[in-house]
């Protein structure tokens, strides 16, 4: 099956500093990819959906200015956390379709901040 | 919009024991329904998806039958291991196909042998 990775796995930042999590469709185009957060023990909850050449969608509650994304190809879309605080430390991963019916999903990355 | 909602767990049984997590949903229309595991340190992985109604959705001894009369799509499997301990997680569209997904809230199974 498709595959989709993520870099990095794990990141540990300082308080107040930016932090930039890629999501690559590696063996497939994807105009659309979207990002989640997990937080311990929890679901999943869809954060925005990045779309290939415009802007990202929101959903409702999540901060646009603090989650940049940017999808820069048909490959690679982008998840930069700004100014990240302790509460954004979480469990975030991508995922992109392929087809109607088939969605493949990054291994994740955990983001600790400290 | 559309909704999911799973049993949730902790949910804890003997090796060749019987397991059901229940799954039940709201929509529009009939999306395809998903099963999704997550492993301890790993990333989701489609388990089953059945398209349409009344398909059955089966891989590695799980299946999951669509039923539209009962919005129901339950995951059971006859005999689990202590390596199914994971997380299970039952999704549909947001919308239509090739859109987001709408995830339950998981259900912890651990197996003991």
């Known amino acids: 099956g498709a595959v989709v990775s993520q870099h990095p796995s794990w990141v540990i930042c300082k308080s107040g500093t930016s932090v930039k999590i890629e999501c690559r469709s590696l063996d497939f185009q994807a105009t659309t990819m979207f990002w989640y957060r997990q937080f311990p023990k929890q679901s999943l909850m869809l954060m925005a959906t990045?779309?290939?050449?415009?802007?990202?969608?929101?959903e409702q509650g999540v901060e646009k200015d603090k989650f940049l994304i940017n999808h820069a190809s048909l490959t690679l879309s982008t998840l930069t956390v700004t100014s990240a605080h302790p509460e954004d430390s979480s469990f975030y991963i991508c995922?992109?379709?392929?087809?109607?019916?088939?969605?493949?999903f990054g291994p994740g990355t955990r983001l600790t901040v400290t | 919009g559309n909704s999911v909602t799973q049993m949730e767990g902790p949910v804890t049984l003997s090796e060749e024991a019987f397991l059901t997590i229940n799954c039940t949903y709201t929509a529009t229309g009939y999306p395809s329904l998903f099963w999704y595991v997550q492993y301890p340190g790993e990333g989701l992985q489609l388990l089953l998806k059945?398209?349409?109604?009344?398909d059955k959705g089966s891989n590695k001894g799980f299946e999951a039958t669509y039923r539209k009369e009962t919005t129901s799509f339950h995951l059971e499997k006859g005999s689990v291991q202590v390596s199914d301990s994971a997380v299970y997680f039952c999704?549909?569209?947001?919308?239509?196909?090739?859109?987001?997904?709408?995830f339950g809230k998981g259900t912890t199974l651990s197996v003991s042998s």
């Open positions: 990045s779309n290939e050449g415009s802007k990202a969608t929101y």
């Open positions: 999704a549909l569209p947001t919308q239509q196909a090739g859109t987001a997904l709408i």
């Open positions: 995922s992109a379709p392929e087809g109607p019916y088939e969605q493949y």
């Open positions: 059945a398209t349409k109604a009344d």
